[in-house]
């Protein structure tokens, strides 16, 4: 089967309002791959900008995090995911490492993200990825599978139909030393295997893209992986020209 083609661009803490605006311009002028979904998440406060900036064209706004309250409420400083489609973002991103590591979130706590996301109609984009460390120990594929079983456990079967996985290797990111194509296409296909364990359907359909240094030279060859869906890009989304090239690696 044919899965969706996903690029998406993660800002971070990067940006401005001068700056979403000319770079949406130049990605609505600009060639866009037309068998690749494109979707930029850009920092809470200028989504609805975006979204604004992006209307009538097939780029999609996405927030990178996401309360995992489904009510709102309380929660001084969260961002729910009704707010969220309320400003026009399709996709969240959920369970990052920079979240993992500098605010403690936990596997459980990105299941109820990607759980929320879900409910209020946003597509949930999943971050797994083990340490340097863990690397060199050989526990790779030891991490990587608690991470996919807290997820299959605690996420309900739609959200599990319905997300995107994004493998983010923690030494890759933002350090140039990407993945090599055959760490990456080893470690997607390891992740549809196990979720193939839990539903052959789901592991066949969902996307799973790979982030971590993804550059316009060294993309060709990661994108050739069999289970490599796309890319999930930091530094390089944060111009168009580059971010481009990229998602068009993929066509
Ligand atoms: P990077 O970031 O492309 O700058 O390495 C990727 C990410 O953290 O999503």
């Given at each position: 089967?044919?899965?969706?083609?996903?690029i998406?661009?993660?800002?971070?803490?990067?940006?401005?309002?001068?700056?979403?605006?000319?770079?949406?311009?130049?990605?609505?002028?600009?060639?866009?791959?037309?068998?690749?979904?494109?979707?930029?998440?850009?920092?809470?406060?200028?989504?609805?900008?975006?979204?604004?900036?992006?209307?009538?064209?097939?780029?999609?706004?996405?927030?990178?995090?996401?309360?995992?309250?489904?009510?709102?409420?309380?929660?001084?400083?969260?961002?729910?995911?009704?707010?969220?489609?309320?400003?026009?973002?399709?996709?969240?991103?959920?369970?990052?490492?920079?979240?993992?590591?500098?605010?403690?979130?936990?596997?459980?706590?990105?299941?109820?993200?990607?759980?929320?996301?879900?409910?209020l109609?946003?597509?949930?984009?999943?971050?797994?990825?083990?340490?340097?460390?863990?690397?060199?120990?050989?526990?790779?594929?030891?991490?990587?599978?608690?991470?996919?079983?807290?997820?299959?456990?605690?996420?309900?079967?739609?959200?599990?139909?319905?997300?995107v996985?994004?493998y983010?290797?923690?030494?890759a990111?933002?350090?140039?030393?990407s993945?090599?194509p055959?760490?990456?296409?080893?470690?997607h296909?390891?992740?549809?295997?196990r979720?193939?364990?839990?539903?052959?359907?789901?592991?066949?359909?969902?996307?799973?893209?790979?982030?971590?240094?993804?550059?316009p030279?060294?993309?060709?060859?990661?994108?050739?992986?069999?289970?490599?869906?796309?890319?999930?890009?930091?530094?390089?989304?944060?111009?168009?020209?580059?971010?481009?090239?990229?998602?068009?690696?993929?066509?």
């Amino acid at each position: 089967m044919t899965r969706q083609t996903l690029i998406v661009g993660n800002w971070k803490m990067n940006g401005s309002a001068a700056h979403v605006d000319s770079f949406c311009e130049a990605l609505t002028d600009s060639s866009i791959p037309r068998s690749a979904e494109l979707a930029v998440c850009v920092p809470f406060v200028y989504i609805p900008r975006a979204v604004a900036a992006l209307a009538g064209s097939r780029i999609a706004t996405g927030s990178q995090d996401i309360s995992e309250q489904k009510e709102s409420g309380a929660f001084t400083g969260e961002v729910s995911g009704e707010m969220l489609r309320d400003c026009g973002a399709r996709f969240a991103i959920v369970g990052h490492s920079e979240r993992r590591a500098r605010h403690g979130e936990t596997d459980e706590l990105v299941a109820a993200k990607a759980n929320a996301a879900y409910t209020l109609a946003l597509t949930p984009i999943v971050c797994l990825g083990e340490s340097l460390a863990q690397r060199e120990a050989g526990e790779t594929e030891t991490v990587l599978a608690a991470q996919v079983a807290a997820l299959t456990g605690a996420c309900s079967a739609s959200t599990l139909g319905h997300m995107v996985l994004a493998y983010e290797p923690i030494w890759a990111i933002g350090s140039g030393r990407s993945a090599t194509p055959e760490q990456a296409q080893a470690v997607h296909a390891f992740l549809r295997a196990r979720l193939a364990e839990w539903d052959a359907a789901t592991a066949e359909s969902t996307p799973i893209l790979y982030g971590g240094s993804v550059k316009p030279d060294n993309v060709g060859l990661l994108a050739v992986g069999d289970d490599v869906d796309g890319a999930l890009v930091g530094g390089a989304s944060l111009q168009p020209e580059p971010f481009l090239k990229i998602a068009n690696a993929f066509e």
